[in-house]
């Protein structure tokens, strides 16, 4: 049996216990530097030997903040009004958004500069499209009908005629307007000339389920929405996480995504038959490198992150994708914008993965990339900036009026709990605890009167609710063994406890319902149930 060693000498501050003398004995001087074998020095902590410290300086005390006549009007407004109005600024985004992208760009497409794969040549053709439909249509010389049918699969030219044969070749599955429009126009123009009425042969046509060749339109759409909504919730609320948190969560958000789409897209809505695995990491990929981009934009603009997101990702990447219509049709900036935006790229993976037309995945692999490192860049430097603004704010005491409202609004929240509490006849106490007022035996809430539809002050219910009583400690009565523990938000509200003639005394939790109560020891609203 070991003893305790009593040599040792003592050298903490802790007070010694009543009952005897102790002896202070002095702390044992080290004459050799502790040993670091296989520790670090925790950050912060005074190296080992040094007794001088460095001189700390007091941080000059900011000036106060001057808020414009506009900003001071403001505050003055009720805390949920603020915050109602500041975030107004969606709704009119979304307005000003539709208008100049959507409206804009489709409400009369016209065709322009649409190549036409011409097998040989036709002067005359070519003189009769030219004096029509100027500037309409472009022809390209091809020797071989294999090239130009391989060009028009893949997207490249809109529809390839042969002259010798009086024949249009088309492909619907890559663009089904384009394989509707161009030949019956060119068609009108040969028949103008004297020509007979061309036949018109189908190189890639849609299956049944995707008449209208919109899905992957759609499905591009929701990829992209997905993705971006998951970044933005990121950066309006996770802006002190770690970059690798916020990874994590784009990357495992952008799986549960790619999954849900397009098993809603495929196997349940039916628009898409097979390649589901395929299409799967295709969108995770691509909603990855939409998060990482609007992550790292998140870090610059703030709570303002659905502004630009919805920008690039929505608002300019859907006219231009090349999936309603192509971007012949489109005015610019629209149909430059079709080489840089994800949607195009998204489209054409789309189209070339489950109809087999369209260019090769190799151009929308590199602007997934493009995005992803563009992205990781963002978030590299902006995370500094962020930082170092946020520290500056601090010092400075600076606020914005979005910090301010919902400060007012915290405060505001919390005096409106208090009334509330007060009207049934509880309070809450420093602890958490909810305790009863003393009220005069004729007390009783006026504002229980009425309903919320017959326009009841406060909405408060008259009826009462067969919760049953639930025991709340009395004000002054803390000493017994029944007094209750926890929040004041741990179990529903309750009415006051009824006065009667006897001395009060703690409610326990396992007392059964009184059920011998007259009416006239009932307290107005607040009986005992």
Not at 470 to 484: E, H, K, L, N, Y
Not at 489 to 516: L, N, Q, Y
Request: one cysteine or more.
């Amino acid at each position: 049996m070991s003893t305790p060693r009593n040599d040792v000498p003592r050298t903490d501050e802790t007070p010694d216990r009543g009952g005897g003398s102790r002896t202070p004995s002095v702390a044992k001087q080290r004459t050799t530097r502790p040993s670091a074998r296989g520790t670090k020095p925790r950050r912060g902590a005074k190296v080992a030997g040094t007794t001088r410290q460095a001189p700390r300086r007091q941080a000059p005390v900011p000036e106060p903040q001057q808020h414009s006549a506009y900003r001071r009007w403001y505050a003055t407004l009720h805390p949920s009004l603020q915050l109602i109005g500041l975030q107004l600024w969606m709704p009119l985004f979304f307005i000003v958004g539709f208008c100049l992208c959507y409206v804009f760009a489709f409400h009369a497409p016209h065709p322009h500069d649409v190549p036409v794969a011409l097998i040989g040549s036709d002067p005359t053709l070519v003189a009769a499209v030219q004096k029509a439909l100027p500037g309409e249509f472009v022809f390209h010389t091809y020797d071989s009908l294999a090239a130009a049918k391989r060009d028009v699969l893949a997207g490249s030219m809109s529809v390839a005629y042969d002259p010798a044969t009086n024949e249009f070749f088309k492909a619907s599955a890559h663009q089904f307007q384009v394989a509707s429009l161009v030949p019956a126009t060119l068609t009108a123009v040969l028949t103008g000339i004297g020509a007979a009425t061309p036949k018109v042969t189908e190189l890639a046509p849609l299956p049944a389920w995707d008449e209208y060749g919109t899905v992957p339109m759609y499905v591009m759409l929701a990829w992209c929405i997905g993705g971006y909504m998951v970044a933005m919730f990121i950066g309006i609320m996770g802006g002190p996480l770690r970059h690798r948190t916020r990874m994590t969560v784009i990357v495992v958000g952008g799986l549960v995504i790619s999954v849900i789409t397009n098993t809603l897209a495929g196997p349940v809505v039916g628009a898409i038959h097979g390649h589901w695995i395929e299409l799967v990491l295709i969108a995770w990929g691509w909603i990855v490198a939409i998060g990482l981009a609007v992550n790292g934009l998140s870090y610059f603009v703030g709570r303002f992150i659905a502004a630009p997101a919805m920008i690039c990702f929505v608002f300019l990447s859907m006219p231009s994708s090349g999936g309603a219509y192509p971007k012949w049709f489109m005015p610019e900036p629209f149909a430059w914008l079709n080489n840089v935006v994800v949607g195009s790229s998204m489209v054409d993976m789309i189209k070339h993965q489950v109809y087999g037309v369209g260019p090769g995945p190799a151009r929308g692999l590199i602007t997934m990339g493009c995005y992803a490192l563009a992205g990781l860049v963002l978030m590299y430097f902006g995370k500094q900036w962020w930082e170092r603004r946020r520290i500056r704010a601090i010092v400075q005491g600076r606020t914005t009026m979005f910090q301010d409202a919902n400060t007012a609004n915290r405060e505001f929240l919390g005096k409106q709990r208090d009334a509330e509490l007060a009207r049934h006849g509880l309070e809450s106490t420093e602890t958490g605890t909810l305790s009863i007022l003393d009220q005069d035996d004729g007390w009783e809430d006026e504002r229980t009167g009425g309903d919320v539809f017959t326009g009841g002050r406060d909405g408060l219910e008259v009826e009462t609710t067969p919760t049953g009583r639930i025991p709340v400690v009395r004000s002054g009565d803390r000493s017994g063994p029944q007094q209750r523990s926890g929040g004041a938000g741990t179990g529903p509200r309750t009415r006051p406890v009824p006065r009667t003639e006897t001395p009060r005394t703690t409610a326990r939790s396992d007392a059964p319902v009184r059920s011998d109560a007259t009416d006239g020891q009932r307290h107005g609203r607040h009986a005992d149930r």
